[in-house]
């Protein structure tokens, strides 16, 4: 229907760039022009899915905090006792060395004969799933990542449960959603209202779980996905009162403000904090890279970081399990230099060579530990005041630094902590850490290992530059026009002998006696006409797409690039809402690229600094009309 490629010819669809077309496409309502957020009603359906996303969220934690507490009283304790303790050498002696390398060899074999897709610590495997799944996951998922991460856990792994939850809870989200008839994009929401409705339940912090969900695995801040999200997780909260337990997680004395002078010490903090995440997150890659060179097969890998994580175990015991009362003395002053110290450098070095072996874990937990026993230390180190109250803040930023997320770290240490005075704090420290993380690092731990899978994955959120202009500021008012009585053969003539105004255009509008727009025709179509006649007698409103489809001034060009893409369409003729066969414009490719060229020149042209005696400069590059006008001119 008028797609014509450069050269004037109907360009066949390559598979690799097909648009497949859905069965159903939704229409958009006329009175959204110019609203701010995208809306369809269909998000009232996609958050009325999210309520029992959010109620099974809440039952797998429970079930996964449960099985955790199992398996480590059978480990550790040999007994049967579903109670939450951390693991301990007291029972078992020596032999506990054996006890983390029986459960990676477990994970393994599950990992192998099961799905591999349960190695990991979860965050990437779900971020895979949206980036190039459609958002699908399986059922051997859902059931084999959280009893591998509850195996490796409860066997003394060095992890945290809230990597293998998200991955779980987006599982059954992902599941639950393929019951109905959805996008991919509803998909996404409901994997994603999933997975923050299980971080939700175990830590109590629902709001932290959204923006989990909106910094990594969403991409995006709009209604349609933030409103599911959120009131799956605010469900999961909700429920695990009376699963888990009310309260936060690690509740703590409120500190007393800090202000002025005080303020700045959280800088240095913040840029200790990114230092430490640089080096754990090339710790665990470097591991990984370790694991690769070895001549086995990566089954064999899990019990092998077993072993070491067993041996630092033996030596120091908080090193075991998920560590939750390891964070608790750390908020209260509870530990001494040496076993800081220890409990840094084991837990570090433990849990990059584990995760690094490929075994099933989550990374916040750890990097609480590890953050908060850094910050305590530095306290001691130069004499301030209140060392658990650095302690804390060091965990927001080492966990906002790693993870790239600054702003799930500041509001997650609040909900586990409810201390709301160190707001200013948090937010110095985690940003000194984020910004060191980016400026020296390409990407995060999460990220890096799907660059190593072969994806990109930028994380960056900005507005879309063409939905933020109408079609009128990129149109072309040079509109080329031919008669619709005109034959065939006399445009192909024309054509042939190089008319400056039909040559530059592989598609004509065909307008009536009264200048109105009848038809479009492409030299696809007067190729096909002459085939089909060779006198070439066919009229070009015969031989042209009627009714063609068009633009209207008012439409974003985002919505009219939308129908250029669904049709093949290299241009589309802009015409009055009053009158759709009234001609005002010509909307094609160039006009996209102005937009972008002005969106271009607002990010890296560099303007002189202002003088009062400074003369007017001609902008080095383009302005969008003067693009559009080249475009047209050639």
């Not at 339940?201 to 959120?230: M, N």
């Not at 015991?317 to 110290?341: E, K």
């Amino acid at each position: 229907m008028g797609a014509t490629d450069d050269n004037g010819h109907e360009p066949s669809r390559p598979p690799a760039l097909s648009l497949r077309k859905p069965r159903e496409r939704a229409t958009q309502d006329p009175s959204d022009r110019g609203a701010d957020f995208t809306r369809d009603r269909r998000l009232i359906l996609v958050s009325i899915l999210s309520l029992p996303i959010g109620v099974a969220g809440a039952g797998v934690a429970y079930a996964l905090i449960w099985l955790i507490g199992v398996i480590t009283n059978l480990s550790f304790y040999l007994r049967w006792s579903s109670a939450f303790v951390s693991p301990t050498r007291d029972v078992l002696h020596a032999w506990v060395i054996l006890v983390p390398a029986i459960g990676g060899l477990v994970i393994g074999l599950m990992a192998r004969y099961g799905s591999e897709k349960i190695r990991g610590h979860g965050i990437p495997e779900a971020l895979e799933a949206i980036l190039i799944g459609r958002s699908r996951l399986n059922v051997k998922v859902a059931i084999l990542k959280p009893l591998s991460s509850a195996i490796s856990i409860g066997t003394g792994g060095p992890f945290g449960a809230e990597g293998p939850i998200i991955m779980t809870g987006g599982a059954f989200g992902s599941l639950f959603a393929q019951l109905f008839r959805l996008t991919a994009a509803e998909r996404k929401t409901l994997l994603t209202a999933g997975a923050a409705a299980g971080m939700a339940a175990i830590f109590d912090s629902p709001i932290a779980a959204v923006l989990i969900s909106v910094e990594l695995l969403l991409f995006e801040w709009k209604p349609r996905s933030f409103v599911p999200v959120a009131l799956a997780s605010a469900t999961a909260a909700a429920l695990r009162i009376g699963l888990l337990g009310m309260g936060p997680v690690f509740p703590v004395p409120p500190h007393a403000p800090i202000f002025n002078a005080a303020l700045l010490i959280c800088v240095p903090v913040g840029l200790l904090a990114g230092l430490a995440s640089a080096v754990l997150t090339t710790m665990v890659y470097a591991c990984e890279d370790g694991f690769r060179r070895l001549p086995i097969h990566w089954m064999w890998w899990p019990p092998i970081g077993g072993l070491v994580v067993g041996i630092a175990g033996w030596i120091e015991p908080r090193i075991l399990g998920v560590g939750y009362d390891s964070i608790r003395d750390i908020l209260h002053g509870n530990l001494i230099v040496s076993a800081l110290t220890a409990l840094l450098i084991g837990k570090a070095i433990a849990w990059a060579i584990a995760l690094g072996s490929g075994t099933s874990g989550g990374v916040l937990a750890p990097l609480l530990i590890i953050g908060g026993a850094l910050g305590v230390l530095e306290a001691r180190a130069v004499g301030l005041a209140d060392p658990p109250l650095w302690g804390m803040i060091s965990m927001a930023a080492v966990l906002g630094g790693t993870m790239r997320s600054p702003l799930t770290a500041i509001i997650f240490l609040l909900e586990l902590t409810h201390d709301l005075n160190v707001l200013p704090e948090l937010l110095v420290a985690c940003t000194c850490a984020h910004a060191f993380t980016v400026l020296i690092m390409r990407r995060s731990i999460l990220t890096e290992k799907l660059a190593r899978r072969g994806h990109h994955l930028t994380r960056e959120y900005s507005v879309d530059p063409l939905s933020m202009r109408r079609v009128s500021e990129t149109m072309s008012p040079n509109v080329p026009t031919i008669p619709a009585t005109m034959r065939v053969g006399e445009l192909a003539q024309r054509i042939s002998h190089g008319d400056p105004w039909l040559t530059h255009h592989h598609a004509v509008l065909v307008v009536d006696e009264a200048g109105e727009l009848e038809a479009i025709i492409t030299r696809g179509d007067v190729v096909k006409a002459l085939q089909r006649d060779p006198s070439g007698q066919t009229t070009v409103r015969e031989a042209g797409t009627s009714p063609p489809v068009v633009v209207f001034p008012d439409d974003l060009i985002y919505d009219a690039v939308q129908r250029m893409l669904r049709g093949r369409f290299g241009r589309l003729p802009v015409v009055s809402r009053e009158n759709p066969r009234k001609i005002v414009g010509y909307f094609g490719r160039s006009s996209v690229m102005a937009s972008l060229l002005e969106r271009l020149n607002e990010e890296q042209e560099r303007e002189p600094a202002w003088t009062p005696w400074r003369r007017k400069e001609k902008p080095a590059v383009a302005t969008l009309s003067d693009a559009v006008e080249e475009e047209t001119r050639l």
